[in-house]
T-cell receptor, first 116, second 115 residues
Framework: GAVVSQHPSWVICKSGTSVKIECRSLDFQATTMFWYRQFPKQSLMLMATSNEGSKATYEQGVEKDKFLINHASLTLSTLTVTSAHPEDSSFYIC????????????FGPGTRLLVL | AQKITQTQPGMFVQEKEAVTLDCTYDTSDPSYGLFWYKQPSSGEMIFLIYQGSYDQQNATEGRYSLNFQKARKSANLVISASQLGDSAMYFCAIQRGGSQGNLIFGKGTKLSVKP
């Protein structure tokens, strides 16, 4: 149980294009999902908190208009990187918490984004 | 604000031996949760062990145990009988704002298991 998937696992795109990343909880309902970003040899940094049916909460320094988050259902959150630039190249990883309020967060396998 | 400090950028351990990965934390929350995750080169974050601040006993999960010293604000991970597959990055994390908050991670420790 407690499986989180992400799609795609790898994406290479040209500068200026938009990229959508999906995060799904496969066997549980997730009222809250978190989006993290990890640059090479660094730790995970929270970008935003995604709550089902409401607007995402962004961390300081994260551009809301650039990183669009939609949490349309209890099993799906999407992160869209709009007008991607090479500096957006990173490892994006989501985590999900169940509706039961348990403490453990389960992570998706991550998405590696390379913007050329 | 919460903070996690992992002072060991890299550690080596001989196969079959035990190893301790250090983690200290800082928080003003009266109740909090501490986590350890393993990140192999593939990038996925694998949950290892959880310790609640009010748990009376140190957490254990198979070969993983957490040496929780609340007064010292430390939550060291002990891996017993190391295996080659344990080679990975290990991250300590604290949960922000109660049981529904995001995780704040330390910088990680790269563990290498030698045959």
């Amino acid at each position: 149980g407690a499986v989180v998937s992400q799609h795609p696992s790898w994406v290479i795109c040209k500068s200026g294009t938009s990229v959508k990343i999906e995060c799904r909880s496969l066997d549980f309902q997730a009222t809250t999902m978190f989006w993290y970003r990890q640059f090479p040899k660094q730790s995970l940094m929270l970008m935003a908190t995604s709550n089902e049916g409401s607007k995402a909460t962004y961390e300081q320094g994260v551009e809301k208009d650039k990183f669009l988050i939609n949490h349309a259902s209890l099993t799906l959150s999407t992160l869209t990187v709009t007008s991607a630039h090479p500096e957006d190249s990173s490892f994006y990883i989501c985590s999900a918490m169940g509706t039961g309020g348990g403490e453990t967060q389960y992570f998706g396998p991550g998405t590696r984004l390379l913007v050329l | 604000a919460q903070k996690i400090t992992q002072t060991q950028p890299g550690m080596f351990v001989q196969e079959k031996e035990a190893v301790t990965l250090d983690c200290t934390y800082d928080t003003s929350d009266p109740s909090y949760g501490l986590f350890w995750y393993k990140q192999p080169s593939s990038g996925e974050m694998i949950f290892l062990i959880y310790q609640g601040s009010y748990d009376q006993q140190n957490a254990t999960e198979g070969r993983y145990s957490l040496n929780f010293q609340k007064a010292r604000k430390s939550a060291n991970l002990v891996i017993s009988a190391s295996q080659l597959g344990d080679s990975a990055m290990y991250f300590c994390a604290i949960q922000r704002g109660g049981s529904q908050g995001n995780l704040i991670f330390g910088k990680g420790t790269k563990l290498s298991v030698k045959p």
